[in-house]
């Protein structure tokens, strides 16, 4: 068995925003925490559409956002069924917004560098470091193929669906049936779109056993923001 590179209290698989939350919040409370993010940039590629509950996060401590982060906010929804029936709803304020995912996820990795939490990207979890019974570490490759190992007293997984650490544990990954498979993607020089409100398709003609979304973005703070070059951390 290799002999550890570093110890850590605590190592944070995968730099995503859940990731990066948690680094951020042990990082504070001083615990020595480690994130090992498999991609060279945080945020890239992109894994989601990010409309997000405004009081989700703000309840996380995370809102308001920065304006070069949130390219939308919406305070209506528009609804429509398969069989022509439609209805909106209008509340007084903003209850979600749109986001840029990259920008987003630097933003939390900013965050949690700035509290004192190490990041290593090109960084892939290879396995599980096991004694006893008990996880103490991981053992990483990195992209110029080095494997290096790393202890720790606690090791949290935050890779995303593909479980793939967890199914080395033994414990339950999520099952298929419930995981949702859905296809982004964005649309340009749209008419008669209302840029204020979210519009919700509902029907098999649209998302079979689900439902599809319109997620506007404003014009000029969308294209700003997609010419955006990912960061490095510091």
Not at 38 to 51: K, L, T
Not at 145 to 174: W, Y
Request: hydrophobic share 40%.
């Amino acid at each position: 068995m290799q002999s550890p590179n570093e110890a850590f209290d605590v190592t944070v698989v995968g730099g995503g925003p859940t990731g990066a939350f948690v680094a951020l919040n042990l990082a504070k409370i001083g615990v020595h925490t480690v994130v090992f993010e498999e991609n060279p940039v945080v945020g890239a590629p992109s894994h989601c559409a990010g409309h997000l509950s405004i009081k989700g996060l703000a309840r996380l401590g995370l809102y308001p956002l920065p304006k070069s982060i949130v390219e939308n906010t919406f305070s209506r929804a528009r609804f429509f069924a398969y069989n022509g029936f439609e209805f909106s709803i209008n509340l007084k304020k903003p209850v979600t917004c749109a986001i840029n995912r990259q920008a987003f996820d630097e933003y939390l990795a900013e965050k949690a560098v700035a509290a004192g939490a190490d990041y290593r990207l090109n960084s892939y979890v290879h396995s599980l470091r096991t004694e006893t019974g008990f996880t103490k570490g991981v053992n990483i490759v990195t992209q110029d193929g080095k494997t290096a190992a790393f202890t720790s007293k606690i090791t949290i997984d935050a890779e995303g669906i593909s479980s793939r650490i967890l199914k080395q544990t033994g414990l339950s990954t999520p099952r298929n049936r419930k995981i949702v498979y859905a296809i982004e993607t964005e649309i340009e020089n749209t008419n008669d779109l209302d840029t204020d409100a979210v519009e919700v398709f509902l029907g098999n003609d649209f998302a079979p056993g689900f439902y599809g979304w319109l997620i506007p973005w404003h014009r000029k703070t969308r294209s700003g923001n997609k010419q955006r070059k990912p960061k490095r951390l510091p």
